[in-house]
T-cell receptor, first 112, second 113 residues
């Protein structure tokens, strides 16, 4: 059974700091990786997608992928209180299975 | 995502009634995924559909639950004879192709009294 693991948190960081969110997955055949942000009572919103090993940057967000270690992370630079939310990691297997599996999410709190 | 439309936003049903949840994909999207989310839990996959076809329903309970995505109109998730344990947020997500990123609707919060 495919598993996606995240620390539930909460992860608490001061405003302006770097928040580091981590995710591990069990299926070595996984090909696509996504980070979603979900505010309380709202729907998930796509932040980043990454498909190749290495780093991918988009504004204050950097996704990092290491397929050998089955590990994907999200860094948020210059964290703001508005970044306080639950961050969901999603992993999609390659080879014909198109269903993303989600982790339970990490709660991030950015305090002023 | 404003492009994926779900309704109703809130649905209250008594035990034994039927619940119908609707999802209209973003323009150009023909792949629909339904997920269920309980408080403090992640998104649990239920069913994946393309137009007129159920591709994968491995996450859907065998009884009382069904889904469809007709040629015309929205995708429907139907729960018959609801029980209190069905209370949850139900999200649909859509994509243009099977291997593309998913965009979520605003969800339907189902409450069973």
């Amino acid at each position: 059974q495919k598993e996606v693991e995240q620390n539930s948190g909460p992860l608490s960081v001061p405003e302006g700091a770097i928040a580091s969110l981590n995710c591990t997955y069990s299926d070595r055949g996984s090909q696509s990786f996504f980070w979603y942000r979900q505010y309380s009572g709202k729907s998930p919103e796509l932040i980043m997608s990454i498909y190749s090993n290495g780093d991918k940057e988009d504004g204050r967000f950097t996704a990092q992928l290491n397929k050998a270690s089955q590990y994907v992370s999200l860094l948020i630079r210059d964290s703001q209180p508005s970044d306080s939310a639950t961050y969901l990691c999603a992993v999609r297997e390659g080879g014909g299975s198109y269903i993303p599996t989600f982790g339970r999410g990490t709660s991030l709190i950015v305090h002023p | 995502n404003a492009g994926v439309m779900q309704n109703p936003r809130h649905l209250v049903r008594r035990r034994g009634q039927e619940a119908r949840l609707r999802c209209s994909p973003m323009k150009g999207h023909s792949h629909v995924y339904w997920y269920r989310q309980l408080p403090e839990e992640g998104l649990k996959f239920m069913v994946y559909l393309q137009k007129e076809n159920i591709i994968d329903e491995s996450g859907m309970p065998k009884e009382r639950f069904s889904a469809e995505f007709p040629k015309e109109g929205p995708s429907i998730l139907r729960i018959q004879q609801v029980v209190r344990g069905d209370s949850a947020a139900y999200f649909c997500a859509t994509s243009g192709n099977a291997d593309e990123k998913l965009f979520f609707g605003s969800g339907t919060q189902l409450s069973v009294l």
